[in-house]
């Protein structure tokens, strides 16, 4: 890797979002990673020379975080330190590079890894959670998608509109009246602490692994046009089916998982909020007994998430936390972090959809696509969602023994088999 930091007093300061990223550190390494598979090759110099070109409009993608002085600093990466080429001939070295994680301290905040086969490519991207989350993250892939065809069909591409500057949590509350405040600051959003009986019965003691189940698109599809007729949502569909399994294989009766939201939502008239970390957290709580159906279970969380969304109490504390970030030092902040916050042990995430937007690499033809996200150490456990084409793959990466990945696997077959039950 040839990358030169450009001076130590080249710096961007992180905001406090970014410095809770590096708090879960400490759990996990926060990383975003996705998948694609294409029926032909890229270009892999216009490939090196799109990221290298997205870098210089994100700064962030071309930084390393300092953890000693709580700072980015700048780098100047080569092109070729976005994109390794790794020939292939089976499909087992998926999991490999996707999972294999980024340098903390040097190297861009991305890496694009081409898996070339005989008559195709697949790209395994491995990207810094600190630099954005899953929406900020879409930004920056589409980014990367939209120069490279640009460069390759030597056409015109605006490298720069202004949506990649503006990182900080203050454009949320700054489309809030001082009367909205007041009454997020006075709100409860106090929820149970999660039963630890929640757990999943894992080791832990083995190899990281991604371990993955597709929801076919005709199922999507008929479940879709069934639960609308119910009034419930998707979300809360594949929610609901996570609960289900949850008590199923735990005997829990007290679900309490938290559900990310995106802060953006609340900023209708702030279009430049893009890349960055504005995800906060609905939690969803639910009381499943042993009667229940998997219907009466989607209509408990569907009511737990409306009265969620049906409220702006999410957003205290973001702002609680962004506050104290303005007055007390970093290592206090990560103090007060876990003291009453904390991270959530069994968590789920829908990063949403894979759309055209980042699968359009002129020349080649997406076949399929997803999101996962961090490699957990149990007893934390967490589903990620992601839908390409009407195909909805549920993830989980983990330390994991033999036994384990089979339960895993297991597990999330069952989810999938509640849902598709729902139509």
Partial sequence: MNVKIVSSDDTI?????????SFYRQAHNPIIRAYFDFDGHLNVPMLKRAAKK?????PLLDCAYDDVRHTWVRQESDEDDFVDVISCNGSAMVEKYMLQPLCQDAGPRICLRILRYKEHDSLCVVFDHMVADGAGFKVCFSRIASTYSALLNQTHTVL????????????VTE????????????????HPKPDPAMCLPLSGQGDPHLMRVQISSEDFIHVHASIKRRGVTI?????ASYAYALHKATGCFNIVLPCPVDLRMFAPKAPCLRVANLTGSYVCTVSITDDQSMDDVLHAVSCAMRKEKSSTACLKGPILLHAAAHIVP??????????YAGIPVISYTNVGIVNSDMTSFAGVHCKDAYIATAVKHPPSFQVSVSTFQNIVTLSSCLYASKEDYVYVMSFLESIKRYFIGLC
């Fill in 13 to 21: 300061r992180p905001m406090p979002f970014e410095f809770m990223q």
């Fill in 54 to 58: 997205t870098a210089e409009c994100i």
């Fill in 160 to 171: 720069y509109d202004g949506y990649t500057q503006r990182r900080d949590f203050g454009q």
């Fill in 175 to 190: 489309s809030l009246s001082n009367l909205d405040k007041l009454n997020i600051m006075r709100s409860s959003n106090v």
């Fill in 235 to 239: 979300n809360d569909a594949l929610l």
């Fill in 330 to 339: 970093v290592s206090v902040l990560s103090r007060m972090f876990f003291a």
